[in-house]
């Protein structure tokens, strides 16, 4: 084979100045396009030395895959006297763009998790005929288009060896659309990766990282370092992808995940970390104020989250804070403050307090009928009364209704954290937000230690139920021409319905939409039928019967006729 090789090249240089070396080299690409079932084009070729051959302008189309291929400029470079055994010394690669038409993920099966083919083989048969004959791939800048209406661009040099992967200055680059979704930039990476039979483990390090993505933050995030160690085990009965450390700039992070058809379990955990090394890590917050708090300790948890599949409500979730303990020193200075609309929020050592200019748009907590409180505290966060500000068995039932309708459906926020998003920041849905969120919501509950009856009542003064319209109150009188105390079950309990869509709520109610009436159909009977199952407080429930589900909105929205079953 090494000998055919060196003859070829050899041809070709001798020939280079005549059509036949065209006609050869024609006639081989017109081979390998039969073999593979493609049509394989290029728009010319040079040998620059015996050892060295170049190729310019390829495409390469596959119908039956439904994908394009272009590449720029290939360069094969033999390697000489046969050395380290391989045929080719490298293999370059210059500006490829691989275009994918109606792909997607195939719709085998309704398990999110269920896929029939190995990757892991596929993948290791691919590299190891690729380091069979070749022993170092480079790769100069290449774009994805058209997976799953997403454009991946990537630039930088990429270094393929056997069992070793190098970039520098490294970019990637991902848009759905004309909106930009994903970017990153990074020195200096280096993966290490070895296959086993049905085993993968890879190891990599790089540096001077900058993620820019709203999936992750407002912001630019930085990191100085971050390095993983990870394995994916591929079994008859199982995938098992096990993280065993995640560092980024000294927060080490563990996962262990196990899934099949049936079935999913993760184990994760925080190795552990100072509060001022949390601090330091998480040092972008909106709010700078909780920077100022005196609090020392650490923090170190474990947890184990698994799901089954047959039975899609029956899961699991266990954390344990093993030897995290937090001591506060002084809270001084500590101010957060808030300004939503004409109201003014400050949160301190006394509690949750409200500016007395504005006191008249307020309502105190005995304004607000028990039947209102009650099924607002039963929709919105049912453990209300006994959580500290973070409800993990909701956080449980979110994960388990995101995983099996394959969408974010459903979130996880207590009243707690709905007021500290309300007050204090943005509605952007991102990881650092809702860190942020978390954070407030521990301080308010914990540190400052403020009541829950305090909590709901400042909530349920400042919910949004359409643009400029804040508190149950205003959206009493906006929607129904009433006031929240005059409201009857069917009244309350739709407008606990606006509370995670105000916005689109308002639209819809005005066009009288199909889908709204549906889902605020389905939405009164299941809260109707919950409340009758925990006892209702100071309400005959005989009375719903008589009521229907015809619903008065105020005159400039006439009337709704939702579904009743």
């Given at each position: 084979?090494?000998?055919?090789?060196?003859?070829?090249?050899?041809?070709?240089k001798v020939f280079a100045?005549?059509?036949?070396?065209?006609?050869?080299?024609?006639?081989?690409?017109?081979?390998?396009?039969?073999?593979?079932?493609?049509?394989?084009?290029?728009?010319?070729?040079?040998?620059?030395?015996?050892?060295?051959?170049?190729?310019?302008?390829?495409?390469?189309?596959?119908?039956?895959?439904?994908?394009?291929?272009?590449?720029?400029?290939?360069?094969?470079?033999?390697?000489?006297?046969?050395?380290?055994?391989?045929?080719?010394?490298?293999?370059?690669?210059?500006?490829?763009?691989?275009?994918?038409?109606?792909?997607?993920?195939?719709?085998?099966?309704?398990?999110?998790?269920?896929?029939?083919?190995?990757?892991?083989?596929?993948?290791?048969?691919?590299?190891?005929?690729?380091?069979?004959?070749?022993?170092?791939?480079?790769?100069?800048?290449?774009?994805?288009?058209?997976?799953?209406?997403?454009?991946?661009?990537?630039?930088?040099?990429?270094?393929?060896?056997?069992?070793?992967?190098?970039?520098?200055?490294?970019?990637?680059?991902i848009q759905k659309s004309?909106?930009?979704?994903?970017?990153?930039?990074?020195?200096?990476?280096?993966?290490?990766?070895?296959?086993?039979?049905?085993?993968?483990?890879?190891?990599?390090?790089?540096?001077?990282?900058?993620?820019?993505?709203?999936?992750?933050?407002?912001?630019?995030?930085?990191?100085?370092?971050?390095?993983?160690?990870?394995?994916?085990?591929?079994?008859?009965?199982?995938?098992?992808?096990?993280?065993?450390?995640?560092?980024?700039?000294?927060?080490?992070?563990?996962?262990?995940?196990?899934?099949?058809?049936?079935?999913?379990?993760?184990?994760?955990?925080?190795?552990?970390?100072?509060?001022?090394?949390?601090?330091?890590?998480?040092?972008?917050?909106?709010?700078?104020?909780?920077?100022?708090?005196?609090?020392?300790?650490?923090?170190?948890?474990?947890?184990?989250?698994?799901?089954?599949?047959?039975?899609?409500?029956?899961?699991?979730?266990?954390?344990?804070?093993?030897?995290?303990?937090?001591?506060?020193?002084?809270?001084?200075?500590?101010?957060?403050?808030?300004?939503?609309?004409?109201?003014?929020?400050?949160?301190?050592?006394?509690?949750?307090?409200?500016?007395?200019?504005?006191?008249?748009?307020?309502?105190?907590?005995?304004?607000?009928?028990?039947?209102?409180?009650?099924?607002?505290?039963?929709?919105?966060?049912p453990s209300f009364y006994?959580?500290?500000?973070?409800?993990?068995?909701?956080?449980?039932?979110?994960?388990?209704?995101?995983?099996?309708?394959?969408?974010?459906?459903?979130?996880?926020?207590?009243?707690?954290?709905?007021?500290?998003?309300?007050?204090?920041?943005?509605?952007?849905?991102?990881?650092?937000?809702?860190?942020?969120?978390?954070?407030?919501?521990?301080?308010?509950?914990?540190?400052?230690?403020?009541?829950?009856?305090?909590?709901?009542?400042?909530?349920?003064?400042?919910?949004?139920?359409?643009?400029?319209?804040?508190?149950?109150?205003?959206?009493?009188?906006?929607?129904?021409?009433?006031?929240?105390?005059?409201?009857?079950?069917?009244?309350?309990?739709?407008?606990?319905?606006?509370?995670?869509?105000?916005?689109?709520?308002?639209?819809?109610?005005?066009?009288?939409?199909?889908?709204?009436?549906?889902?605020?159909?389905?939405?009164?009977?299941?809260?109707?039928?919950?409340?009758?199952?925990?006892?209702?407080?100071?309400?005959?429930?005989?009375?719903?019967?008589?009521?229907?589900?015809?619903?008065?909105?105020?005159?400039?929205?006439?009337?709704?006729?939702?579904?009743?079953?």
């Open positions: 084979m090494k000998i055919i090789c060196y003859l070829f090249f050899v041809c070709l100045s005549t059509s036949l070396s065209k006609k050869i080299f024609s006639y081989i690409i017109a081979k390998i396009a039969g073999k593979y079932h493609i049509d394989l084009h290029y728009q010319n070729f040079r040998i620059t030395n015996i050892n060295i051959l170049e190729i310019y302008g390829i495409s390469v189309s596959n119908r039956q895959r439904n994908l394009d291929l272009s590449i720029d400029y290939i360069q094969v470079h033999r390697s000489a006297a046969f050395k380290r055994g391989k045929l080719f010394e490298s293999l370059k690669l210059e500006s490829i763009i691989l275009s994918l038409h109606n792909a997607g993920f195939r719709k085998e099966s309704d398990n999110t998790f269920q896929k029939k083919d190995n990757y892991l083989k596929r993948i290791k048969l691919i590299l190891s005929k690729s380091y069979r004959f070749i022993h170092k791939i480079i790769i100069s800048d290449f774009e994805v288009v058209g997976f799953r209406d997403l454009n991946i661009n990537c630039e930088g040099k990429y270094i393929l060896e056997n069992g070793k992967a190098e970039i520098s200055e490294f970019s990637i680059f004309s909106e930009s979704i994903f970017a990153m930039n990074a020195d200096n990476v280096v993966t290490f990766y070895h296959f086993f039979e049905r085993e993968l483990t890879i190891n990599f390090e790089c540096h001077n990282v900058s993620i820019l993505s709203d999936l992750f933050a407002d912001k630019k995030i930085n990191a100085n370092k971050i390095n993983a160690d990870l394995a994916i085990i591929e079994n008859d009965d199982n995938k098992n992808i096990n993280i065993k450390t995640f560092f980024i700039d000294g927060m080490n992070l563990k996962c262990n995940i196990t899934f099949d058809s049936n079935f999913l379990e993760v184990n994760f955990g925080l190795n552990k970390m100072s509060i001022d090394h949390l601090k330091a890590f998480f040092g972008n917050f909106v709010n700078r104020s909780i920077y100022e708090i005196d609090l020392v300790g650490q923090l170190e948890f474990s947890g184990v989250y698994k799901l089954d599949f047959k039975f899609r409500d029956r899961f699991n979730l266990d954390i344990d804070f093993m030897d995290s303990e937090f001591e506060i020193n002084s809270l001084n200075s500590f101010e957060i403050s808030g300004n939503i609309g004409p109201l003014i929020y400050v949160v301190n050592e006394f509690g949750l307090n409200i500016d007395e200019r504005d006191y008249k748009l307020y309502k105190e907590s005995n304004y607000f009928t028990p039947l209102l409180k009650q099924a607002v505290v039963m929709c919105e966060d006994t959580h500290s500000g973070i409800d993990f068995e909701n956080i449980g039932f979110a994960i388990s209704n995101n995983i099996n309708s394959k969408r974010i459906s459903r979130g996880a926020s207590t009243i707690t954290m709905q007021l500290s998003r309300n007050l204090f920041l943005n509605h952007k849905r991102n990881i650092y937000r809702k860190v942020e969120e978390v954070v407030i919501a521990l301080i308010i509950e914990n540190l400052i230690s403020v009541s829950k009856d305090k909590i709901l009542e400042v909530y349920l003064n400042i919910i949004e139920f359409a643009p400029n319209i804040r508190g149950i109150e205003s959206g009493a009188i906006f929607y129904f021409s009433k006031n929240s105390k005059d409201l009857n079950l069917i009244e309350i309990i739709t407008l606990i319905y606006i509370i995670p869509r105000p916005y689109h709520f308002l639209e819809a109610l005005k066009v009288k939409s199909p889908i709204l009436i549906e889902n605020l159909g389905k939405h009164i009977n299941s809260v109707i039928y919950r409340l009758k199952k925990v006892g209702l407080e100071a309400v005959d429930l005989d009375y719903i019967k008589d009521i229907g589900l015809k619903i008065d909105f105020a005159p400039a929205f006439g009337s709704l006729y939702v579904l009743k079953k």
